[in-house]
């Protein structure tokens, strides 16, 4: 089986990934549920809902108790505008109380997925950012959009081919080994295949992890600290009555996706498990799958994938180390999901810094013309 090291998901208000997967032709790929729907169980409570949000920019789901989660009250939810607003980067955890039902069966799971990190800990800043951004703006920016087929069919493979057919060579598995400097301009960039001299006019767009750029450019300030992701995957036809995404309170599972073939599992800051050993830890998730699934506590075939540095650690602290696409060199831009975008490690954030790179490599070429 072809599997991600993650099920990725974008929500249909993340404008700029939505708008490069149009670019590239692979949008209807996207899948999703037509309304913005999130069934929930609670291993703990034994209890089943599924959140609803309502369409439009008033919230109105909130007032409806078939719509919010269960043993909660409208006026639970007004934390989310103090987030929302909140001016100064802190830890989520001074911002609102993280403790309650519309905390723990709600805010706390949707900010865990979003900001891989402890919401306690996580920035108030990159919250409130994705909370103006999605559910502020109503159930028609929150519809959760899976890349089904994985997203190198999404995201990659259409983008190679758009490229390629407008004439762009791409090297694949051809390492960048350095940069070098004459002045403030890069000169020269030395490849695994050998280097490339850089005419005067020839700008650089450097879209590594930060631990790489920081490796190739000693003066850069990028952030230091990582959080893993665990994905566990499962050769077994889900059940029909398993939705395609499932979020699971009080569990070792965070969400269950259920595809073709296949069930997955995926667990956001799982530096805890990272050290477990991988057959135990494929017994404990499946053991929950199974009871949620209703399925035979046999273990299946399995994989397991353990991404060390899945996302930096989006705390205030870590958010401002993140640096601006622009540098001290004149003809080297910034990209990738770290760089001061304003919004988590997410395809989003990684999108709209390849938009700002092409926007300013853009503006320089015609100011030289
Ligand atoms: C398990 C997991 C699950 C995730 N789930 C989601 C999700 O559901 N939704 C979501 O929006 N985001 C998700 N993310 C985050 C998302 O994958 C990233 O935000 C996005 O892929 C980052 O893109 P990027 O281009 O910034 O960086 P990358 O995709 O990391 O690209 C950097 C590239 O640089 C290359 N490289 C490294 N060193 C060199 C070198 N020396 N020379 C040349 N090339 C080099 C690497 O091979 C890599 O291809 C997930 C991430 C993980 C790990």
């Not at 920035?123 to 109503?138: I, N």
């Not at 404990?284 to 899945?310: K, M, N, S």
């Amino acid at each position: 089986m072809l599997i991600d090291n993650g099920t990725h998901l974008v929500l249909s208000g993340n404008h700029a990934a939505l708008s490069f997967a149009k670019t590239i032709g692979s949008e209807q790929q996207l899948q999703g549920p037509a309304e913005a729907e999130y069934p929930f169980v609670d291993l703990a409570a034994d209890a089943r809902w599924t959140l609803r949000f309502s369409e439009g920019r008033i919230p109105w789901w909130v007032f409806d108790k078939d719509r919010r989660v269960p043993q909660t009250g409208a006026i639970d939810y007004l934390p989310l505008a103090r987030l929302a607003w909140t001016a100064a980067d802190k830890p989520i955890g001074q911002v609102m109380n993280c403790t309650g039902p519309m905390y723990e069966r709600f805010m706390g799971p949707f900010l865990r997925a979003a900001l891989n990190i402890a919401p306690r800990d996580g920035s108030s800043r990159l919250a409130g950012a994705l909370v103006r951004e999605t559910l502020a703006r109503g159930g028609r920016a929150c519809r959760p959009l899976l890349a089904g087929d994985g997203i190198g069919n999404v995201f990659v493979e259409p983008a190679v081919r758009y490229l390629q057919g407008r004439g762009v060579s791409i090297m694949f598995e051809d390492e960048l080994l350095g940069l070098h400097f004459s002045g403030r301009h890069i000169s020269r960039a030395d490849f695994k295949s050998g280097p490339v001299t850089l005419a005067h006019d020839d700008a650089v767009i450097l879209a590594v992890p930060p631990y790489v750029a920081a490796a190739l450019l000693p003066a850069l300030q990028t952030p230091t600290l990582f959080r893993g992701i665990v994905n566990a995957h499962f050769r077994v036809d889900p059940p029909s009555q398993l939705p395609p995404m499932l979020g699971v309170i009080n569990g070792t599972c965070e969400w269950i996706f259920a595809h073709p073939g296949r069930i997955s599992v995926t667990i956001s800051d799982a530096g805890r498990l990272f050290d477990m050993p991988r057959a135990a830890l494929a017994q404990t998730i499946w053991r929950e799958v199974a009871a949620v699934a209703r399925l035979p506590e046999t273990l299946p075939p399995w994989q397991l994938v353990r991404e060390r540095r899945a996302t930096f650690a989006a705390t205030p602290e870590q958010n401002a180390l993140r640096p601006a696409a622009e540098t001290a060199w004149s003809n080297l831009i910034l990209a990738g999901d770290w760089t001061a975008t304003g919004l988590p490690a997410t395809l989003e954030s990684a999108v709209r810094s390849g938009y700002r790179a092409a926007d300013l490599i853009g503006h320089s070429l015609r100011a030289a013309a």
